[in-house]
């Protein structure tokens, strides 16, 4: 990444503690974040807040963020979520959804991809057609407002890593599903290759 280590403190080291409980090594992105931790503490309760308002499932914010992750050509968000949307699903199902192909998925989860494909690589070129797909999958305008914040949300949260340098660890990649890996073929390279 572009900047120096953050310097220790007790937000770092709780930042760097869940990592390790969760993913069982620190990530890149935490030692950007460790920098402004109260930064991405608000972030990431804001995310979880606008989850919670659109209802949606694990499995949900993982086709989402994914499609929103591919479009953006964000690499390391996309093996994060697409290794967890593989453990919701399955890992040909996450590479469907990277790919652009969503086969695999239900009306409901094709609608939240294509959704998330438009916020990201267009989001002035919505029409009032692309709500109603949302709608029609079940999703009430609230809910279209909180998907489309929390989709936004990871975009930005996306843009600051990309913008700074950001590199997917090796452990990431290791542990993400193979098909996952392989279609993963833009944005920062992986540590160590």
Request: proline content about 4%.
């Amino acid at each position: 990444m572009f900047l120096s280590e953050a310097p220790e403190s007790p937000e770092s080291r709780r930042l760097y503690e869940d990592d390790r409980r969760e993913m069982g090594f620190v990530m890149n992105g935490s030692r950007l974040w460790a920098h402004a931790t109260a930064l991405h503490d608000g972030l990431f309760a804001l995310l979880r807040r606008t989850a919670e308002a659109a209802g949606l499932t694990v499995r949900e914010r993982g086709v989402l963020v994914t499609a929103c992750a591919s479009t953006l050509g964000d690499s390391y968000c996309a093996l994060a979520w697409g290794t967890k949307l593989g453990r919701e699903a399955d890992g040909e199902l996450a590479a469907a959804v990277l790919s652009g192909t969503d086969r695999g998925l239900d009306a409901r989860e094709r609608a939240l991809a294509r959704w998330g494909r438009l916020v990201a690589a267009d989001p002035n070129g919505t029409e009032v057609e692309d709500v109603q797909a949302l709608r029609d999958s079940g999703f009430d305008d609230a809910q279209v407002l909180a998907i489309t914040a929390y989709a936004a949300l990871r975009l930005a949260f996306s843009s600051v890593n990309d913008a700074l340098g950001v590199r997917p660890e090796a452990q990431l990649v290791a542990g993400a599903p193979e098909p996952v890996r392989e279609v993963v073929t833009w944005g920062r390279t992986p540590e160590g290759t």
